[in-house]
């Protein structure tokens, strides 16, 4: 018996995978309680809902930037889908092992790369491969952070496939943002639609400020180390997060022109007089971090704070060379590099990467770009994503000529079927794509988000979920005891 | 507890903005009141309102009523406008939010909301009294959560210094636009004339003061009287001696900082050589204009001593080192 009553009457996914209802019509089982709840309201009441959780983020100011086009920023309100998206937790102990397992690889990777370079040694990873990215570090080589972690904090991105298999789309090393919305769609989440949480069991996610503050504060030999969250500052787009995260574990929230650098050591600049630093979470790009080593005209980082890391005076989370693991060519070694350095099968799969530096893969893309998803290697968030299927003949020539040009800066994957979930839309309950970004912890331990933030795709069609780009956001539900 | 040079700039300066934008609220919504009263030909003007906050441009503008209010309330070019103050306010505790009770935020967007609401009313005459009325409640309502909500340590001392020097500051500012009306002589308003006390009891209203000097002094509204109450009264809060000691005190709780406290001193000396009645108008203007000097060294102490923050520390690195200004 299809369950399409009240406001999800005539709700079809199609021909996806759909992440609340089965293909026959009826809820998967974790997504019971949801799908009966949604169907027991009508369309109007089911905005009414909507409406209430919008008024309730504007009123807390939960709110996300775009640059604007005079150049500044405009704050808007965080877009937020009032209908769970739903795990059993039996599915999510897999991806939590399998999240716990990349991350522990990446970081013996990283740690191997500034050591004996092992794997490129042994021919896992070409030499090359890491000499060109341009998130190596050559100035990090030697560096011996606490418990051998370099990456402390992952934000991964999963996508899940029309036969419903969960894939590892990218790994973000960088500085992943996202996890303030994923606590604050659960606050709202649970205002708005508050009976939904009497009748199952959904495992909290608000112990993420308190495993963050743990991995840090493992991150120092101090007894009792003075931990900062560094921030570019109020114009950058995830100030909001920043601020947020901050304010969730009690420490300071400082810019670059707050600290400085004496006898290699970081202070901060208080109305007491300077203070030592132990532990800084940077928001900041390894590029702007310090002007000493990097972009030299940076004013957001501080002048010697890679000397003071470098001298074991301060640990930085990330610590500064993560980024070259955070590489999509780097991406499709992964695999490889479980089983190399862990002597295990990888627990979550990849999506199959063509690596235009190869020239198989490059002949194999250039023939076949008008099915592939073409992606630049080195950035983040959605920018210069070529959609083979969705483009014109006149985009696939021009990606042709850039992808001949520098073959090395491009990977093409296959187009995805990603998932579907109901989605209030002005048309109504319908499905919209969505992925899932989860968040990994690694010092002294490792911690992964009981779920994380899914992205929805709001515009009918679109597979870009990027907040920028109109896409939405839901609260994650990681149901006990349902198959 | 560690308080950053820049939180302590931004919490003082929060404190001082929303002070600035309450007081202005107040002396708008009294200023329509005292007018409505008014004949025609008494020369007090709408124009006097822009010279409180220091606004660019008043020549500009002329006696204006709509205009001057526009300028006065709404106008975002102009950065002394009760829309650009509150902006500011809204900055400076946006970059603190991580010292502040949780839900401030909240609160700052009410308030925020409220301008944006009220502010094309508040500009025309029949809605201004409404509209300055919410404003005044909404500043309180920040003020109020901040007053019941924030541990008592240096935190709130840079807050509470801001609010004080700024509710000072603004009492003076009022003194000097009011001077040659208040002890001019000749005209209605003047120290004989028909329209003297109404004048008077504006200026006590401004600061919602009326009720505490007829209970306080058990006196009519009496030029001298009034005069020696604002100056002097130890126990209303919105006096210049409350103000001066309220600084005082929480100057002497920052840490250690010499020049802070010689500024402190200065203002309270300048206050102590005020006669209770200045016999006129430029008297009582000098006097506020003194005031207002002192006040502005004591914002530049601040700034050296708190808000910069020198590069001072241990050879040995580790423990906190008192930068010693």
């Known amino acids: 018996m299809p369950d399409r009553r009240g406001a999800l009457e005539g709700y079809d996914a199609g021909a996806f995978h759909d992440e609340l209802v089965a293909p026959d019509g009826t809820a998967r089982p974790p997504a019971r309680a949801v799908i009966d709840a949604i169907g027991a309201l009508t369309l109007d009441e089911l905005r009414a809902r909507q409406r209430a959780a919008e008024a309730d983020i504007a009123a807390s100011g939960i709110t996300f930037s775009l640059s604007g086009e005079d150049g500044g920023n405009i704050d808007r309100a965080w877009p937020f889908d009032v209908i769970p998206r739903v795990f059993g937790s039996e599915e999510w102990q897999v991806v939590e092992a399998g999240l716990a397992q990349r991350l522990t690889t990446l970081n013996r990777f990283i740690h191997d790369l500034h050591h004996e370079r092992s794997a490129v040694r042994d021919g896992v990873v070409p030499a090359e491969l890491v000499d060109t990215s341009p998130g190596w570090l050559p100035a990090c080589r030697g560096m011996e952070p606490a418990h051998g972690v370099w990456a402390h904090i992952c934000g991964s991105d999963l996508v899940r496939d029309a036969d419903g298999t969960l894939y590892v789309l990218e790994d973000n090393l960088r500085v992943p943002s996202g996890v303030s919305y994923m606590l604050e769609n659960r606050i709202v989440t649970k205002r708005v639609f508050a009976e939904l949480f009497e009748r199952q069991s959904i495992r909290p996610v608000d112990d993420y400020p308190d495993a963050l503050l743990a991995t840090l504060r493992s991150l120092s030999g101090s007894d009792d180390p003075f931990v900062v969250v560094l921030t570019p500052g109020v114009y950058n787009a995830a100030y909001f997060e920043h601020s947020f995260l901050a304010m969730q574990i009690g420490v300071e929230l400082v810019e670059g022109r707050d600290l400085f650098v004496r006898n290699d050591r970081l202070y901060l600049r208080t109305v007491s007089g300077s203070r030592q630093v132990d532990v800084v979470y940077r928001r900041v790009g390894d590029d702007y971090l310090d002007p000493e080593v990097f972009v030299p005209d940076s004013a957001l980082g501080v002048p010697g704070i890679v000397r003071a890391w470098r001298a074991g005076n301060v640990a930085i989370a990330n610590a500064p060379g993560t980024g070259v693991a955070d590489d999509k060519a780097v991406y499709s070694y992964v695999p490889d590099l479980v089983r190399y350095y862990l002597g295990e099968e990888p627990i979550l799969r990849n999506v199959p990467t063509w690596r235009c530096d190869r020239p198989d893969d490059l002949a194999h893309v250039l023939d076949n770009i008008a099915d592939l998803v073409v992606k630049p290697a080195n950035e983040a968030g959605g920018k210069d994503l070529l959609i083979g299927p969705h483009a014109t003949a006149a985009e696939h020539e021009d990606y042709r000529r850039r992808l001949r040009a520098s073959p090395r800066t491009w990977v093409a994957q296959p187009m995805l079927s990603l998932s579907v979930a109901p989605t209030l839309t002005p048309e109504g309950v319908e499905p919209r794509h969505l992925d899932l970004r989860p968040f990994t912890l690694q010092g002294a331990t490792t911690r992964v988000t009981a779920g994380g933030l899914t992205r929805v795709a709001l515009r009918r069609g679109s597979l870009i979920v990027n907040s920028s780009q109109g896409g939405g956001s839901k609260d994650t539900w990681i149901v006990e005891g349902t198959a | ?325």
Request: negative net charge; proline residues 5%; aromatic residues 6%.
């Open chain 2, 1 to 325: 507890m560690t308080l950053l040079c820049r939180t302590a700039a931004n919490l003082y300066w929060a404190g001082r903005h929303l002070e600035r934008a309450e007081a202005l609220a107040r002396v708008v919504r009294e200023h329509t009141a005292l007018m409505v009263d008014l004949p025609t030909r008494v020369p007090l003007g709408w124009d006097a309102l822009l010279a409180i906050p220091g606004t660019p441009g008043v020549t500009t503008i002329g006696n204006d009523e709509r205009a001057v209010m526009q300028r006065l309330l709404a106008d975002l070019t102009n950065p002394s406008s009760l829309a650009a103050t509150l902006g500011h306010a809204r900055e400076n505790l946006r970059t603190t939010r991580p010292v502040l009770p949780r839900g401030t935020w909240r609160i700052v967007n009410e308030l925020t909301g409220a301008v944006r609401d009220g502010i094309d009313s508040g500009v025309r005459r029949s809605g201004r009294d409404a509209f300055c009325e919410r404003i005044i409640a909404s500043c309180q309502r920040l003020d109020g959560f901040l007053a019941g909500g924030m541990s008592r340590d240096e935190t709130w001392n840079f807050y509470r210094l801001g609010v004080a020097v700024e509710r000072t500051d603004m009492v003076t500012r009022v003194l000097d636009v009011r001077a040659g009306a208040l002890v001019g002589g000749g005209d209605d308003l003047g120290r004989d004339g028909l329209y003297r006390d109404a004048q008077w009891m504006s200026l006590l209203r401004s600061l919602d003061a009326l009720q505490m000097y007829r209970r306080t002094t058990g006196a009519m509204i009496e030029p001298r009287r009034v005069l020696r109450f604002v100056l002097h009264d130890g126990r209303f809060p919105r006096s210049l001696r409350f103000g001066l000691d309220r600084i005082d005190r929480l100057t002497a709780d920052l840490p250690p900082a010499p020049p802070v406290r010689a500024a402190t001193d200065g203002a309270r000396a300048t206050l102590e050589a005020a006669t209770t009645e200045p016999e006129t108008a430029e008297a009582l203007s000098a006097f506020a204009d003194r005031l207002q000097t002192d006040l502005i060294v004591l914002d530049g102490a601040l700034d050296t001593a708190y808000f910069t923050g020198a590069e001072v520390v241990d050879p040995e690195g580790g423990d906190l080192v008192d930068s010693g200004p």
